[in-house]
């Protein structure tokens, strides 16, 4: 074999190789809502299961206690620079009412928070002034280019006969606002369909862009505050 035949062969060989190879986009997701929000049922939308546990206690109280980080990968789910590339999900939800503790955030995610997902439902009234005044102070002014909002049990504003977008301009004046500064933007999403299969996907698709438009940047947890 010359050289010239040995070099086609091993150049073929490597790019044998190379095909299962794929580049892999990890994005830690933090979801954020009151309780019976439908944040958990968000998150299980995402991962594409049902791993979030999701409901009322016996109670009344809310099911999610503490902290917990899912976490799935999707092949092949998008091309980056030409080559396909996998998207890994990192979904941490968490306790309703009050902010994460910002150790414990930290902890679940060293590298920071890519994508904020604050979850409210569209049926019910809104005034949690309070919470943008909390994630400013755990991840600084710029959360908002990394927030999505989304509007859960958007069934009941079709059977009221309510199109999304007058919704939005007859809603609360903090979340009119916080829809037009979501970097995000809102999404909606209909309970009353199947939330992985049918929602879960245009959802991550949503997560997916706006990660990008920051350029996957992550925002860091200020963990010296005490709130």
């Known amino acids: 074999?010359?050289?010239?035949?040995?070099?086609?062969?091993?150049?073929?060989?490597?790019?044998?190789?190379?095909?299962?190879?794929?580049?892999?986009?990890?994005?830690?997701?933090?979801?954020?809502g009151d309780r019976q929000s439908?944040?958990?049922?968000?998150?299980?939308?995402?991962?594409?299961?049902?791993?979030?546990?999701?409901?009322?206690c016996v109670s009344g109280d809310a099911v999610t206690t503490e902290h917990r980080l899912l976490s799935r990968n999707f092949q092949r789910f998008f091309r980056r620079q030409g080559a396909e590339s996998d998207?890994?999900?990192?979904?941490?939800?968490?306790?309703?009412?009050?902010?994460?503790?910002?150790?414990?955030?930290?902890?679940?995610?060293?590298?920071?928070?890519?994508?904020?997902?604050?979850?409210?439902?569209a049926d019910l009234p809104h005034d949690n002034t309070h919470l943008e005044e909390q994630v400013e102070t755990l991840f600084g002014t710029g959360w908002r280019r990394h927030a999505l909002v989304v509007l859960t049990h958007a069934d009941h504003l079709?059977?009221?006969?309510?199109?999304?977008?007058?919704?939005?301009?007859?809603?609360?004046?903090?979340?009119?606002?916080?829809?037009?500064?979501?970097?995000?933007?809102?999404?909606?999403?209909d309970n009353s369909r199947d939330w992985p299969s049918i929602r879960g996907r245009p959802l991550r698709d949503r997560l997916l862009r706006l990660s990008a438009g920051n350029h996957h940047r992550a925002l860091t947890v200020r963990t010296e505050v005490s709130l």
């Open 87 to 121: 998207l890994t999900l990192r979904v941490v939800d968490t306790p309703p009412m009050v902010l994460p503790r910002p150790q414990s955030v930290h902890e679940l995610c060293p590298e920071g928070v890519h994508v904020l997902v604050l979850v409210a439902r």
């Open 1 to 32: 074999m010359d050289l010239h035949t040995d070099t086609n062969l091993l150049g073929l060989l490597s790019s044998f190789g190379r095909q299962d190879e794929r580049n892999v986009l990890t994005l830690n997701v933090l979801l954020l």
């Open 38 to 56: 439908g944040r958990s049922s968000v998150g299980n939308a995402l991962i594409g299961g049902d791993g979030f546990q999701t409901g009322i």
């Open 158 to 189: 079709e059977e009221a006969g309510l199109h999304p977008s007058d919704y939005l301009t007859q809603t609360s004046d903090w979340l009119r606002a916080l829809a037009e500064e979501a970097g995000g933007g809102v999404s909606f999403l």
